[in-house]
Every structure is written in C-alpha cells, then in structure tokens.
C-alpha cells in the first residue's frame, strides 16, 4: 500500500514539471565544463586557454569617475582597459585606439583619459548619446551645472512614454515627480553650445537615475523585483546626488587633465557597414554574447524616457540591426537561413547540427531556428571583425572580451570560434586568457568561461 502511494506520488511529481524542467534534469551537461568540452577545439587550434583572473565586469566601475556617470552592465571595468593601456605603453608610443561596440563608452573615456586618439561605434542612439556626452563635457563649469540644474522650471509638460508599462514600472507619486524633473529638463532653452552640453548632461544623469528610481532592477537583464522600497521623493534626491557626481568629476577633470588634447569621437553607426578612415594600434572591445540577454529591450526604459524610442517597432528596427541575439525577429532568421554568401566553417556547421538534433529529441525549445541564429551571429562578427582587421596596422592586437554559451545542450565556444575567424582573417592568436568562471543560465551546475582574446596582425 505504501509502496504504491509512493509510486504515484512521484508519477504526480513527474508529470507536474515542465518540459523546460525535464530538459534539464535529465541533461546530459549536468555538472559539466567548459574546459573539457573546449579540448577538441583547442587541440585543433594548437593553443591552450591561460587561467589570469582579471576585474573585467563593469560594476567594477561604479566609483570611477566619468565612467560612473551611467550604468551599463554589459560592459566591462575601465581598470580592465587600463591594464590593456599599461601593458602596451612602450609597444604603442601614441596609439590610435577603436571600440566597435562602444556601449557607453569606457574604452573612449578611459583612452581620452591617457590622451591617446580614439574612436569608436555605437548603434544603440541612447548609449551613443551617454558615450558621445561623457566624452565632450570636460570643459562645463561645474557650478553652473549646478546652478540650472537646480533651478529648473518645468514649464513645458511631459507625460511617460505611453509604450511603456510606466505606470507599473513606477511608483504613482515617484511617476509624477520624475515626469517634474524630465519637464524641467526639456523646458530649458539653452542659450549657447555649453549650456547645450549641460542640458545633455541633466539628461544622462537623468536616465542613470531611472531604473533606481523604478520597481525594476537590472542583474543583468531588466525585470520586476518584490524587495524594494523606492521613497516617494527618490527622484529629486536622486538626481541632485548624480548631478553633484558629475560636477565634482567635472572638477577633478579641470585640475588633473587639463593637458588632454587627443581626439575622441564616437559614431552612430552601425560596425558591420561602418568604413573606417583611420589605422589602429589596438582594438578593445566586448562584442554581444550569444546568449538570451536583449540589449535594447534591456534599456527599453530609458530609450523610452529619453525620445530614443517611441513604439516596440522602433526598439526592434534597432534590435534587428544589431549583432543577433535569441530574441531576434523570425523574419530576418527566416531571410537569413537562404543567404548562400554567408560566412561559415566545419566547427560551426557540427555545431549548428547538434543544436537541431537536440532540439528535435526535445520536442520543443525556445527557439526551434536557433541553428540559424548562432550561424548568423557568427556571420555579424565575421563581417563586423574583417572590416576592423583591414583597419588594424601591421603589429597591432585585436582584443576582445567574450563569454561562451550552452545551448539546448550543446557547447558553444565562442571565444574559440572568432579566434578562428581571426586566423581565417589573416591574424595569429597571441593569447587566449580566463579571466572569470561563469555559470550557464540554464543548467546552473554547468561551468562557463569569460575570455580575453589577444588577436596580432603581422
């Protein structure tokens, strides 16, 4: 008797989990590597991977200045560009330097910062805006920043972007007095080009205020969280405390670095047409990661808040330009799965396999095209990195912080991958080193790796 109603509980148990959920316990990656599924890989390329722990994760930032002036959390820490910087100074004299995924600038900030030339590319119009900001502010008087900031007149009224759930993104009363601040921002009339770089300024520390203001948190991806209390006047205190930030970087920037004179422009455009009129010494950047995380509905709020974005079908004309991620439009997967000039290689095409072959055996999967989605991100990075090698001078390095994935259980080494995209570029790979272990978001006891790619041309 006993015997049987034990049976039929854990029938009952069973049936009750999802497929999602049976996916996973009965994984064949349970408690698995990355070191042991990259050993194929590695043997073919003849490298091996070096362990060299480094602060590469952008909260790493939070306290620098300039580069504490906005928040993003898919970037990575300006000490980590800052040890690239100090490792070649006698290599590189006067490098030139490029980002092709600036994100919010801390490759541009921290170069400008050692007075050397550089220049980067951004597709995201809000990230583009704080990067292009941080980078041609240095000069505004701190005080006067202040002065207006304190003394805005919201003479000209704005409502919360209708698209967006602001209503429930937002405390009522905490709604009503960041729409006061954003009226005050967009009465002010600036009289020359200095108090337009203010009023840019108000707007960056405007966003940086938004998701602590909000019930959402970001770690990394955007979404609702139960223990948080937002005060009603968060905002106001919010904003004058992230406005006396930036003046008081601004001061700092006045006394210490007054001898910066190197250029430093940043493009809004997007890397895989961008056509490069300058010769690089180095190239530092963190390309997406091929993994769940949308970067654009990700800052969907402040896009929203600060006119970068006025529908969902303006957030997905950008989210289709970018490197693909697995929330892409089937469409473009759809046009893309027939493109027969599309760059690809045999680890790819086993790789693409084996996702289908485990995709069938499960029966359903977030995305049955996922084949197609990692053979088109791959195709993004080969365009974007052959257009960045050409630009790259003869003993210059190519640097790229990477993480790799596991998908519908199956490895993907992307580190591995684009340095062989590399070598089919003409470049020799320098070095491949582990800075962090990570976790696979879907089975969470499978070990993932994050990477820095040292890429040399000859």
Avoid at 148 to 153: F, K, T, Y
Avoid at 236 to 259: G, P, R, V, Y
Avoid at 290 to 309: Q, T
Avoid at 411 to 419: E, K, N, S
Wanted: proline share 4%; aromatic share 10%.
């Amino acid at each position: 008797m006993n015997g049987q109603k034990q049976t039929n509980l854990f029938s009952a148990e069973k049936e009750s989990l999802t497929t999602r959920q049976s996916n996973i316990i009965r994984s064949p990656k349970q408690n698995g590597t990355e070191k042991e599924d990259s050993k194929p890989y590695l043997d073919e390329l003849g490298i091996e991977i070096i362990d060299n722990p480094q602060p590469i994760q952008f909260f790493k930032n939070s306290n620098d200045f300039i580069h504490r002036w906005s928040p993003y959390v898919q970037g990575f820490s300006a000490k980590f560009v800052q040890s690239i910087f100090n490792k070649y100074k006698f290599k590189y004299r006067e490098p030139v330097i490029f980002d092709p995924f600036a994100g919010s600038g801390t490759v541009l900030v921290q170069a400008k910062l050692n007075n050397y030339k550089v220049y980067g590319v951004e597709l995201n119009p809000l990230l583009y805006y704080i990067a292009n900001t941080k980078l041609n502010t240095w000069h505004i008087n701190p005080d006067k920043l202040k002065k207006i900031s304190n003394s805005l007149e919201p003479k000209r009224k704005f409502v919360a972007p209708e698209f967006l759930k602001s209503k429930k993104h937002f405390n009522l009363n905490v709604l009503r007095k960041l729409e006061t601040i954003k009226s005050g921002i967009d009465s002010f009339t600036p009289a020359d080009e200095d108090e337009q770089k203010i009023k840019d300024l108000m707007l960056v520390a405007f966003s940086a205020i938004l998701i602590d203001c909000s019930n959402l948190k970001r770690t990394p991806c955007l979404g609702y969280t139960k223990n948080k209390t937002v005060e009603d006047d968060a905002p106001i205190s919010f904003f004058k405390m992230k406005i006396n930030e930036i003046a008081m970087d601004l001061e700092k920037l006045q006394s210490h670095f007054q001898h910066i004179n190197a250029e430093s422009i940043v493009y809004l455009a997007n890397s895989k047409s961008f056509e490069h009129t300058q010769k690089y010494d180095v190239v530092i950047t963190s390309p997406p990661y091929m993994n769940g995380l949308d970067y654009v509905i990700n800052y969907k709020i402040e896009m929203g808040w600060l006119g970068f974005a006025e529908n969902h079908t303006q957030l997905k004309m950008v989210k289709d330009d970018m490197v693909v991620c697995d929330n892409v439009s089937k469409g473009l997967i759809k046009k893309f799965a027939v493109n027969n000039s599309r760059y690809t290689n045999s680890w790819l095409e086993e790789i693409k396999r084996n996702i289908k072959l485990n995709i069938d055996n499960r029966g359903h999967y977030r995305r049955n095209d996922m084949p197609e989605i990692v053979h088109k991100y791959f195709d993004d990075m080969f365009i974007i990195m052959k257009k960045v090698v050409a630009a790259i001078k003869n003993g210059g390095r190519f640097i790229l912080v990477v993480g790799d994935s596991l998908i519908a259980d199956v490895y993907l080494p992307t580190d591995l991958i684009l340095a062989k995209i590399g070598t089919d570029l003409g470049m020799k790979i320098e070095k491949i080193e582990k800075a962090r272990n990570r976790r696979s978001g879907q089975i969470r006891s499978y070990r993932l790796r994050e990477t820095i790619i040292t890429l040399r041309k000859e």
